[in-house]
Each structure stands twice: as structure tokens, then as C-alpha cells.
């Protein structure tokens, strides 16, 4: 029986209704030409494969999981586009894992969720090779500053290395204006294994029930 509300591909689908969506706008409005029309819908029918390859990334997600397993607190960031794909990850690690979870524009960072950076939270970014990367590797040295640990899904050519309180899982490719889609599936991907090294019902999250059986 579907009882649990944590769904993950509710909101997946939802993204990509909204791509086709304001694809059909910008090219009613004369915005978006027909061979730009074909380009983005040729990238849509590659998101199989790319949701593949990042599914292949799955071990490496179950190592970041225990150890947010043994943490109260996470915190996540996310500039531009990204942002919202921040808060679902720390929607669902709440929903599932029962941690407390922030979502927060990277860009806000010291204006309030600085002050709780410390070894003991963890930092979850959403690392995009976009126009706002220099910026987002600005706040994340703001974050090891504070002996912050930090943990970076990037894109390919982001040029993020892993080292010392900094954790890094490359995904295949650069997915340009898909990246949201593409983004969450990891963040789904950590808050479920959390879930599950926790030992709490990833089906039944306490508290919660769908919308459709209540008001």
C-alpha cells in the first residue's frame, strides 16, 4: 500500500512539465527558435541516461549516508535555479531520516546559517558548472573557515577537488538547464540511504500521511 508522502517522482516530473511548459511559452512569444526548440527537446530524451549514469553513483551516496546517519543537523545550499533543489534535498532527509534539515540560498550564508557551521554540520552543495560557480566556491570557503564539512555534488568541469572536510561526487556530465532534474536524484538518493542506515520506515514517515486521505 503507497502510504508515505516523500515522493520523488512527483516532483522529477514536475520539473520536466515545467521545462516542456516554458520551452512552449518562450516559443510562442517568438523567444525560443524551432532549432532551439529541437535542441532542448533532444536533451530532454537524453535524461534517461543521464538519470542512469547518476544512479551508477549510488555507493558512493550510501558512504556519505552513514555518516549523516550520526548527525542532528544538516545544512543545504544551493545559488540560482538551484536553490529550490536545495530545499527538497533537506525536505526529504527531514521527511525520512527525522534529521533537521535547512535548505538556504548560498548566497544568504552569513546572514544567519553561518553562525551554525561548526565540524559537527555537515554542508550538502549543489554545485553546477553555471555562471554563479565562482560564487558558490566562495561560500563553501566560507564554510571550511569555520571547520565546516563539506559535502559537493558537482558537475563535470567544475574543477571541485576533494580533500580535507571536503567531500566531492563528480556526475557525469554538465546537464546546462536540465541540471535541476539531474541534481535532486542524489539528493533523493542521500536522504533514502540515511533513511535506511537510521533504521526508520522509508514508506511510512512518522506523523505524515498523502494529502489525498486528509484536509
Given at each position: 500500500v503507497e502510504i508515505g508522502v516523500?515522493?520523488?517522482?512527483?516532483?522529477?516530473t514536475q520539473l520536466a512539465t515545467l521545462f516542456l511548459m516554458t520551452s512552449a511559452i518562450a516559443k510562442e512569444k517568438g523567444l525560443l527558435s524551432e532549432e532551439e526548440e529541437k535542441a532542448?527537446?533532444?536533451d530532454m530524451r537524453h535524461?534517461?541516461?543521464?538519470?542512469?549514469?547518476?544512479?551508477?553513483?549510488?555507493?558512493?551516496?550510501?558512504?556519505?549516508?552513514?555518516?549523516?546517519?550520526?548527525?542532528?543537523?544538516?545544512?543545504?545550499?544551493?545559488?540560482?535555479?538551484?536553490?529550490?533543489?536545495?530545499?527538497?534535498?533537506?525536505?526529504?532527509?527531514?521527511?525520512?531520516?527525522?534529521?533537521?534539515?535547512?535548505?538556504?540560498?548560498?548566497?544568504?550564508?552569513?546572514?544567519?546559517?553561518?553562525?551554525?557551521?561548526?565540524?559537527?554540520?555537515?554542508v550538502v552543495t549543489v554545485a553546477p558548472n553555471d555562471e554563479l560557480l565562482?560564487?558558490?566556491?566562495?561560500?563553501?570557503?566560507?564554510?571550511?573557515?569555520?571547520?565546516?564539512?563539506?559535502f559537493v555534488?558537482?558537475?563535470?568541469?567544475?574543477?571541485?577537488?576533494?580533500?580535507?572536510?571536503?567531500h566531492v561526487i563528480q556526475l557525469p556530465?554538465?546537464?546546462?538547464?536540465?541540471?535541476?532534474?539531474l541534481h535532486v536524484i542524489p539528493l533523493q538518493l542521500l536522504a533514502y540511504h540515511t533513511a535506511i542506515a537510521k533504521g526508520t520506515d522509508v514508506d511510512k514517515p512518522r506523523n505524515l500521511a498523502k494529502s489525498v486521505t486528509t484536509e
Open positions: 516523500a515522493s520523488t517522482k512527483a516532483f522529477t532542448r527537446l533532444k535524461l534517461p541516461e543521464a538519470m542512469r549514469a547518476i544512479l551508477e553513483k549510488e555507493n558512493e551516496i550510501k558512504e556519505w549516508a552513514s555518516v549523516f546517519a550520526q548527525k542532528n543537523n544538516a545544512l543545504f545550499l544551493g545559488r540560482g535555479m538551484h536553490y529550490p533543489i536545495a530545499l527538497e534535498g533537506a525536505l526529504k532527509l527531514k521527511e525520512i531520516s527525522y534529521l533537521h534539515a535547512e535548505g538556504y540560498p548560498a548566497g544568504e550564508l552569513k546572514h544567519g546559517p553561518l553562525a551554525l557551521v561548526d565540524a559537527e554540520m555537515p565562482e560564487k558558490l566556491k566562495g561560500n563553501m570557503e566560507e564554510v571550511r573557515a569555520r571547520k565546516g564539512e563539506l555534488f558537482s558537475d563535470q568541469g567544475c574543477n571541485i577537488q576533494p580533500s580535507e572536510g571536503m556530465e554538465n546537464y546546462a538547464v536540465l541540471s535541476p532534474i
